[in-house]
């Protein structure tokens, strides 16, 4: 497991360190795909994994409640985009069945904690 700080509030939330570590072993899945998907749902999956960590986070610092909820449902939404980003790449071939149903089920997983999240701010 990687390192990190604990200065900032999103750094203590546990939520926000599965979506990092799921983020980096996204990251590195979408970079073996073809050269031809470079710009397209490599660059999509990379992206919308990315943003599940830095909305968890940006809702997190000088937000309402409203608001931080408000982010972590943007955070959510972008799990179910690169969940359908698996799918693509399983139906394409980039990513065998083993290691599409380990991410799914890793995207499962952070998906209800950020809703158990959600639902915990008052």
Known sequence: ????????????????????????????????????????????????????????????ILQSNAEQKKFVGYATRSVSEVVTCLYKSRFRNYVNEEVFQSNYLKGYELMNELIAFRNNIK
Do not use: C, Y
């Open 1 to 60: 497991m990687r390192e990190f700080g604990n200065r900032f509030k999103f750094e203590k939330l546990e939520v926000w360190r599965m979506a990092v570590e799921w983020g980096e072993e996204i990251h590195s899945l979408a970079f073996e795909f073809p050269k031809s998907e470079m710009f397209s749902l490599s660059s999509q999956m990379r992206r919308t994994v990315d943003s599940v960590a830095l909305n968890v986070s940006e809702g997190s």
